[in-house]
């Protein structure tokens, strides 16, 4: 993982600072939210003003082949033309989009990049049938600048990155994604480092309760981060079924939701042992690096914390920024313009492929041409945006 060490994400925490700049993009105020560890309760989960928070739904189990999300919106975005276009998939999954983009022109060729090992065995079939227009590299999209200057794909023409968990990973109980079946706590896109297992039962609860709330959204964070640590301590906590039914023992589901209590807490767990959101903020510098002049980056989301970080990166390269506060003042020289916005706002799903397609119903698309200009430094907010808070010490201990 580029320039984070060996440490597990989880285990990384922003400074106070950041956790300040935070407060002020997404309350438009000084005040620092309560930390789980403290006596004062929390506050109201950070999200976009005026805006409600999207539902979080686990997509259905089932046995339908994977459907890419928004795909038409995404070709659109990605604006190929008659031109023979070179293409990155920085999240390569099932290969929906990469099948689509070699489709659109016998002259395209494709970069598709994934980390899950079974998405790179699942698609050399697709390898072979592209005869030679597609490459498929197992790594991490964060590092697609390194990777497209291996394999001859500097100045792409279009970068693409649909972001989160795949249906294909949620499907697999051994995979430990998702509650609706039993399985091993995992949750490793990688099959490969610490896991979620390995979080629950050894990380602080200070630790547990920032994850939960903090990539979750929970507002019972401290309650699951307690009743996490209690039962840890008469056995290790090792399967999906073990974690769902301790979060529901403390989290009351909405009535009429349709959303099971522990949704949040898996989503928080998962986006810790993978860093996701840390990927997230490197892979949109990576793509600004990658893309030619009038290249396109199209990034489809599925909650507010991977839109809000997408947003704040297109806003901020087309001088579209929100106006500095004392904790984000603005730079003595305005940063070259390395994008110009190509949607107005977030492209949704329409009513008929959400109805074919649950999954689409959150999902969030946002587009950037690639200017001139050469690539600013990378956004620290954004950074900041993508680690805990500092965790406070509370009695002598984390």
Not at 106 to 130: F, H, S
Request: net charge positive; proline share 8%.
């Amino acid at each position: 993982m580029s320039g984070v060490g060996n440490a597990a994400p989880w285990r990384r925490t922003r400074p106070a600072s950041a956790r300040l700049v935070r407060t002020a993009e997404h309350h438009g105020s000084s005040r620092a939210p309560a930390r789980p560890g403290s006596s004062r309760a929390p506050a109201r989960p950070p999200r976009e003003l005026g805006r409600r928070p999207s539902r979080l739904e686990e997509p259905a189990v089932t046995d339908a082949p994977h459907i890419p999300v928004l795909l038409d919106e995404v070709l659109a975005a990605l604006r190929l033309g008659d031109a023979p276009a070179a293409v990155i998939d920085g999240t390569f999954g099932a290969g929906g989009y990469t099948r689509a983009i070699l489709a659109a022109d016998p002259r395209n060729r494709v970069l598709a990049i994934d980390r899950d090992p079974t998405a790179i065995a699942a698609g050399q079939a697709l390898v072979t049938e592209a005869e030679g227009r597609l490459t498929l590299v197992q790594g991490r999209f964060g590092d697609l600048d390194a990777i497209a200057r291996d394999h001859g794909f500097s100045d792409a023409d279009g970068v693409v990155l649909d972001i989160g968990v795949s249906s294909m990973q949620l499907d697999r109980p051994e995979r430990g994604f998702s509650f609706r079946h039993d399985g091993p706590l995992d949750m490793r896109m990688e099959r490969d480092g610490e896991s979620a297992a390995d979080l629950v039962n050894e990380a602080s609860e200070a630790a547990l309760a920032d994850i939960v709330y903090h990539y979750g959204e929970e507002r019972r964070a401290r309650a699951v981060a307690r009743a996490l640590v209690e039962a840890r301590r008469r056995g290790r906590i090792e399967t999906t079924a073990a974690l769902a039914e301790i979060v529901a023992g403390v989290v009351r589901a909405e009535p009429g939701s349709g959303i099971h209590p522990a949704t949040r807490t898996f989503q928080a767990l998962r986006i810790a042992v993978n860093d996701e959101l840390g990927e997230l903020q490197r892979a949109l510098h990576a793509a600004e690096r990658t893309l030619r002049p009038g290249g396109r980056l199209a990034v489809v989301t599925f909650h507010s914390l991977e839109d809000r970080i997408v947003k704040q990166f297109l806003s901020a390269r087309s001088g579209r920024a929100v106006a500095a506060s004392r904790h984000l003042p603005m730079a003595a020289q305005p940063a070259p313009r390395s994008f110009a916005l190509a949607t107005k706002g977030p492209v949704a799903a329409g009513e008929a492929e959400c109805r074919a397609n649950p999954r689409a119903r959150s999902a969030k698309l946002r587009a950037g041409e690639r200017t001139d200009a050469p690539p600013p430094p990378p956004l620290t907010a954004l950074e900041a945006l993508a680690s805990l808070p500092e965790t406070q010490t509370r009695g002598g201990r984390r």
